[in-house]
């Protein structure tokens, strides 16, 4: 059972280029979100989802583009990257809602120059 | 949502209990009271959640205060391997999309 997957695992961007961070769940969870993570901020919440079909934005939505179009399938888009979103990536999923069962990859790196 | 407040972070020996407390002094009736940690490059893992009643599983256990203003999680027998930031997080279950995390508690578990 994989879990919840990431990819890249790490990734360098420069000013301006975009790229699609990829995140795959194999548990049939219905909920799933975006965080980015900076030193000395905990995670804060970018995107969600709460089924095929269906987005929603989080704490921190400027500049990425989600959709999700399969149960399994989350990806989070930078159509422009910025240094701003220099960050550490994490995905997350639960069966529901009930986050106490919030399962999160182990993350993608992104450098952007 | 209920704001929480944890210190930056503590240090714990090897073999003995940690007591991580959190502060929520707002919560609200119907929010629970969760933890997760977070190991050096790994994501977050859940450990344990509680309404009112003290909670234990094979991680942790979860000792809340008779007014709820305030939580503790112990882990009764501490390893390296405790080593992580842990997080304090109050919810609603009824709005619990929006779920963001603080900069929790930096717990080094020393030799």
């Known amino acids: 059972n994989a879990g919840v997957t990431q990819t890249p695992k790490f990734q360098v961007l420069k000013t301006g280029q975009s790229m699609t961070l990829q995140c795959a769940q194999d548990m049939n969870h219905e909920y799933m979100s975006w965080y980015r993570q900076d030193p000395g901020m905990g995670l804060r919440l970018i995107h969600y989802s709460v089924g095929a079909g269906i987005t929603d934005q989080g704490e921190v939505p400027n500049g990425y583009n989600v959709s999700r179009s399969t149960t399994e399938d989350f990806p989070l888009r930078l159509l422009s990257a910025a240094p701003s979103q220099t960050s550490v990536y994490f995905c997350?999923?639960?069966?529901?809602?009930?986050?106490?069962?919030?399962?999160f990859g182990n993350g993608t790196r992104l450098t952007v120059t | 949502d209920a704001k929480t407040t944890q210190p930056t972070s503590m240090d714990c020996a090897e073999g003995r209990a940690a007591n991580l407390p959190c502060n929520h002094s707002?919560?609200?009736?119907?929010?629970?009271v969760y933890w997760y940690r977070q190991i050096h490059s790994q994501g977050p893992q859940y450990i344990i959640h509680?309404?009112?009643n003290n909670e234990t599983n094979e991680m942790a256990s979860l000792i809340i205060t008779e007014d709820r203003k305030s939580s503790t999680l112990i882990l009764p027998h501490a390893t390296l391997r405790d080593t992580a930031v842990y997080y304090c997080?109050?919810?609603?279950?009824?709005?619990?999309?929006?779920?963001?995390f603080g900069a929790g508690t930096t717990v080094t578990v020393r030799a």
């Open positions: 509680g309404l009112k």
């Open positions: 707002t919560i609200s009736g119907n929010e629970y």
């Open positions: 997350a999923s639960s069966p529901t809602g009930g986050h106490s069962l919030l399962h």
């Open positions: 997080i109050v919810r609603s279950r009824s709005n619990d999309y929006k779920l963001s």
